[in-house]
Structures are given as structure tokens and as C-alpha cells.
């Protein structure tokens, strides 16, 4: 499945007192794009946009998402209609594949998945070789990238379709199962094999926690949480993946490099650093106001984490969906959490404040949902693993669609130097 946007009218620009009529490309939902393919040949001119606030990397028909709208849809199905019904393996298919799977199809892929969930022989070995505190995402994407070690059939640079899918299985039905054996000898613990019986989330759970038969209380929380990660469009892990995939280098090797790019707290990492936050609020006696604060001060490096986001600039519609979520696992779980009620004070000050209504900031996805890892169990360093175990299908449609895209080319984006001009060498007998 290709993704092409088409040029609908032109746009009119002069520079340098030339004229050049730039293609205007229309996307689905009446987004407007100027094709600057042709600007540095006619022109001469780049342009300048650091962050790409305002750039566009490609034309994708995976996610759509309008930030002023609070609007995502995965290949063009509310966010809100998945998170509610969907499974996560349903919603993998989807992605990747572009249509909500038949009955069969999805039996099929299951199946497939959970004939691959094992580790090749031997590699379990690798784990012991991690310090105990080793961060997990660095585990991750090692073991990702040593997972390719054993699988040379699927590094072909120009794989046909049946290794594509083959290289798409493997590391969604083996991702789980390369996190869950982290954890468990980074406690120290024997690692749980895989099961054929459990669906993909629930096996996931059994294999870091051992229990035979996950809470299905906590099944459908993990459910929730992974089909909300599963894809954004073009964030920074996502756009990694596209670049690496670019050079043609394998998807091991794209994916190994979204799970480091996802690591910063920025980004997925913002997760662990939320609840690092409401821990330091809850040590400091709980004063949150200090906080919003201290975010608001120029002169201190602290933010808000889990708010703000470069796309929604009026509210996350995971962050809704989630928030939601909590009081619901929670109760259920019989757990009462402080830093729940932290979290909401926060968001309460947040969002009554100038500062952060005039810059647009609201919670985004990662403001509640360490909240809920926490009530399932999961460990405070683990929850940007449990963000890259949702977003793997998201990063497997992307690398998918772009080596399925007609006429894709290696990522090399331009500069503008402002380094010194050119100057002789001094030799060092001259340089005092
Ligand atoms: C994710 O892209 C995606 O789709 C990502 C994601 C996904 O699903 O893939 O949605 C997942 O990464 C969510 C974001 C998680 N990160 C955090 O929660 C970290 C805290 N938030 C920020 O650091 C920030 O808001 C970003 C990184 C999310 C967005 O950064 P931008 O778009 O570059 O915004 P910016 O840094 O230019 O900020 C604009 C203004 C600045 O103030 P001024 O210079 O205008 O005075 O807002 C301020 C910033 O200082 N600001 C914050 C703030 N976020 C922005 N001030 C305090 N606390 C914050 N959290």
C-alpha cells in the first residue's frame, strides 16, 4: 500500500525578483502542503526549519492527527472507537496492513505471532551480560539489534514482501519477549517462556510476572495502554525509523534505533519522568504550586513533564481517554495511588494558569498513563519499554509504507553553515 499525495493547485513564489510556482498537495483531510522538491534548483534557496515545526518529512495514510482538533485516527478509525473495542493485535494489523483484519486474517496473524514469540536458542544468554542496572530501553535496543544477529535472512536491503512480513512478525512477536526476559534478570529472576494459549497482551503480562492466568482487570488496562501508543505520525522515534529504514539499513536496525530515540524524556521518555516528578512533589510534602512554579521559571531547566506537545495545542485525546482509564483501573485494582491526586492538583494549576494557557499546554499521553503502570506493576524504569512495545506496530507500518513508497529516496536533509570561511592551515610549529 503506497502513499502518494497529488498536487491540486500551485502557490506563487518570488524571490531574488524571480517567480516560481510551487505544486500545492491536498491530503485526505484538507490539509494543504507546498512541494518544495524543486526550490533549491530553481532557486538556489533552501529552507530553515529546526525541529521541522513546519516541514513535512512524506505523504502517509497511517495516522492522521489534528492538534487544534484533538483528533487520531489509525488508518482512519478513532482513536477512541479502538481504544474502547479493538484488541492491540487487531490494531497492529491495522496499521501495518491498512484494514481491520477478517476474522480469519486476524486468527492467522495471531497464530503467526505466537509461533514466533520464542527466542532463537542461546540468545537468552545475552541478558546476563547487562549490569543489573543497565536501563532497560538500552537493553531493548541492543537485543534488538542482536536479535538481527540471528535472523540474516531478513537484512536484505531490498526485501520482497514475503521477507518484509517475515522481518514485521519477528520482532513484534519477539519485542515482548526480548522486555519481559530484561526484566526479569534485571531482578534476578528465571525467565517465563512465551505461551500460545494467551493473548498477545496477556502473554506479555504472564511473561514478566509469571502468573499463569494475568488479572483480566489488568489484561484489558495493558490493552488500552498499547492501542493508544501504537502510532503518532511523524514523531521523533517514528521519523527515526523512517530515516534509518531510508539508508535501507534493515528493520532491526530502524527499530533499534527508535527505541533509543524514544528513550529521551522528551519524548516516551517523558513517561518515567512524570512519575519521577510526582514522586519529588509527593517527598517535597506534596506542594505542587512549587512546581508550576519552577516550570515557569526561564532560569530553571525543570518542565512540566507530561505536558505540552508540538502537535495538540488544546488537548491529547490519549491523555483524555487515559485519565478516564485511571480512576477505572484503580478502583478496580483496589489501589489508591497519592500520586493520582498529585497529578490532578497539577493538572488543575497547569491548566488554570497563564503561562501554560498561552503557550498551549495541556497533558499529553504521558501525563497519566505511568499512573496506571504503576497500579499494574510495572516498574518505574520499565514504562518507556511498555510505551516501545505499544509503538512497534506504529514503527513497522511506517518502515512498511515507506519501502513500499514509489520513488523513495535516502533521507538527507540540507543546512545552513555559519562556521568560519575558508582560512589557511597554520602549521603547529606556528601556533605557539
Ligand atoms: C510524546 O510528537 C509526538 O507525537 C510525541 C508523542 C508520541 O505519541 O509519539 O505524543 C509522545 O513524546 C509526548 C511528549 C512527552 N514529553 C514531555 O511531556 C516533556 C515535557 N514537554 C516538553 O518538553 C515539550 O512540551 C515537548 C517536547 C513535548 C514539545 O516541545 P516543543 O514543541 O519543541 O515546544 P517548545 O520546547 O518550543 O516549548 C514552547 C514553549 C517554550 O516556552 P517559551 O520559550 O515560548 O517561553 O513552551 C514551554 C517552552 O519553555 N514549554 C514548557 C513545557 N513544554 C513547553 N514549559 C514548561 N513545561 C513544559 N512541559
Not at 526561564?298 to 482509564?325: C, E, Q, W
Not at 477505572?328 to 489508591?336: E, Y
Given at each position: 500500500m503506497t502513499a502518494a499525495a497529488t498536487a491540486t493547485e500551485t502557490a506563487t513564489l518570488s524571490v531574488s525578483g524571480r517567480t516560481l510556482a510551487l505544486p500545492v498537495v491536498t491530503g485526505t483531510e484538507r490539509e494543504k502542503a507546498l512541494d518544495i522538491a524543486r526550490l533549491r534548483t530553481a532557486t538556489g534557496y533552501i529552507t530553515l526549519d529546526p525541529g521541522f515545526g513546519n516541514t513535512g518529512a512524506c505523504a502517509s495514510g497511517i495516522t492522521f492527527?489534528?492538534?487544534?482538533?484533538?483528533?487520531?485516527?489509525?488508518?482512519?478509525?478513532?482513536?477512541?472507537?479502538?481504544?474502547?473495542?479493538?484488541?492491540?493485535?487487531?490494531?497492529?494489523?491495522?496499521?501495518?496492513?491498512?484494514?481491520?483484519?477478517?476474522?480469519?486474517?486476524?486468527?492467522?496473524?495471531?497464530?503467526?505471532?505466537?509461533?514466533?514469540?520464542?527466542?532463537?536458542?542461546?540468545?537468552?544468554?545475552?541478558?546476563?551480560?547487562?549490569?543489573?542496572?543497565?536501563?532497560?530501553?538500552?537493553?531493548?535496543?541492543?537485543?534488538?539489534?542482536?536479535?538481527?544477529?540471528?535472523?540474516?535472512?531478513?537484512?536484505?536491503?531490498?526485501?520482497?514482501?514475503?521477507?518484509?512480513?517475515?522481518?514485521?512478525?519477528?520482532?513484534?512477536?519477539?519485542?515482548?519477549?526480548?522486555?519481559?526476559?530484561?526484566?526479569?534478570?534485571?531482578?534476578?529472576?528465571?525467565?517465563?517462556?512465551?505461551?500460545?494459549?494467551?493473548?498477545?497482551?496477556?502473554?506479555?503480562?504472564?511473561?514478566?510476572?509469571?502468573?499463569?492466568s494475568p488479572d483480566p482487570a489488568i489484561v484489558q488496562a495493558l490493552r488500552q495502554i498499547l492501542i493508544l501508543h501504537a502510532d503518532h505520525e511523524q514523531n521523533c522515534s517514528t521519523s527515526t525509523v523512517r530515516l534509518v529504514g531510508s539508508s535501507r539499513a534493515n528493520a532491526f536496525s530502524s527499530v533499534a534505533a527508535g527505541v533509543s530515540a524514544l528513550w529521551?524524556?522528551?519524548?516516551?521518555?517523558?513517561?518515567?519522568?512524570?512519575?519521577?516528578?510526582?514522586?519529588?512533589?509527593?517527598?517535597?510534602?506534596?506542594?505542587?504550586?512549587?512546581?508550576?512554579?519552577?516550570?515557569?521559571?526561564?532560569?530553571?531547566?525543570?518542565?512540566?513533564?507530561?505536558?505540552?506537545?508540538?502537535?495538540?495545542?488544546?488537548?491529547?485525546?490519549?491523555?483524555?481517554?487515559?485519565?478516564?482509564?485511571?480512576?477505572?483501573?484503580?478502583?478496580?485494582?483496589?489501589?489508591?495511588?497519592?500520586?493520582?491526586?498529585?497529578?490532578?492538583?497539577?493538572?488543575?494549576?497547569?491548566l488554570k494558569d497563564d503561562y501554560f494557557i498561552t503557550r498551549k499546554l495541556y497533558p499529553n499521553v504521558d501525563f497519566y498513563s505511568g499512573i496506571i503502570l504503576r497500579a499494574i506493576g510495572i516498574?518505574?524504569?520499565?514504562?518507556?519499554?511498555?510505551?516501545?512495545?505499544?509503538?512497534?506496530?506504529?514503527?513497522?507500518?511506517?518502515?512498511?509504507?515507506m519501502l513500499e513508497s514509489p520513488g523513495m529516496r535516502i533521507g538527507r536533509p540540507r543546512q545552513v553553515y555559519v562556521g568560519p570561511a575558508e582560512r589557511p592551515y597554520v602549521p603547529l610549529s606556528q601556533r605557539g
Open positions: 492527527l489534528d492538534g487544534e482538533r484533538g483528533i487520531l485516527r489509525y488508518r482512519g478509525f478513532p482513536i477512541e472507537s479502538l481504544a474502547e473495542s479493538a484488541t492491540f493485535t487487531e490494531t497492529a494489523y491495522l496499521l501495518i496492513y491498512g484494514n481491520l483484519p477478517s476474522r480469519r486474517e486476524l486468527e492467522q496473524f495471531s497464530t503467526r505471532l505466537a509461533e514466533r514469540a520464542a527466542l532463537p536458542d542461546g540468545m537468552e544468554r545475552f541478558f546476563d551480560l547487562f549490569p543489573k542496572t543497565a536501563h532497560p530501553m538500552a537493553v531493548l535496543s541492543a537485543m534488538v539489534t542482536i536479535l538481527s544477529t540471528y535472523s540474516p535472512a531478513l537484512l536484505n536491503p531490498y526485501p520482497a514482501r514475503e521477507e518484509m512480513d517475515e522481518a514485521i512478525l519477528t520482532l513484534l512477536a519477539k519485542v515482548p519477549t526480548l522486555a519481559a526476559y530484561g526484566y526479569r534478570r534485571a531482578q534476578g529472576l528465571p525467565v517465563v517462556p512465551p505461551r500460545r494459549d494467551l493473548s498477545y497482551t496477556a502473554n506479555y503480562l504472564q511473561m514478566i510476572f509469571g502468573a499463569p529521551g524524556p522528551l519524548h516516551g521518555g517523558a513517561n518515567q519522568a512524570v512519575i519521577e516528578m510526582l514522586e519529588t512533589i509527593q517527598r517535597d510534602g506534596g506542594d505542587y504550586k512549587k512546581f508550576v512554579a519552577m516550570a515557569k521559571d526561564k532560569a530553571s531547566t525543570f518542565r512540566l513533564m507530561g505536558f505540552g506537545h508540538r502537535v495538540y495545542k488544546n488537548f491529547d485525546p490519549r491523555s483524555r481517554i487515559i485519565k478516564k482509564a485511571c480512576d477505572q483501573v484503580l478502583g478496580t485494582l483496589g489501589v489508591q495511588d497519592p500520586l493520582l491526586d498529585i497529578a490532578k492538583h497539577l493538572e488543575e494549576a497547569a516498574p518505574t524504569n520499565g514504562f518507556t519499554v511498555t510505551f516501545a512495545l505499544g509503538r512497534l506496530p506504529g514503527w513497522l507500518a511506517h518502515w512498511k509504507e
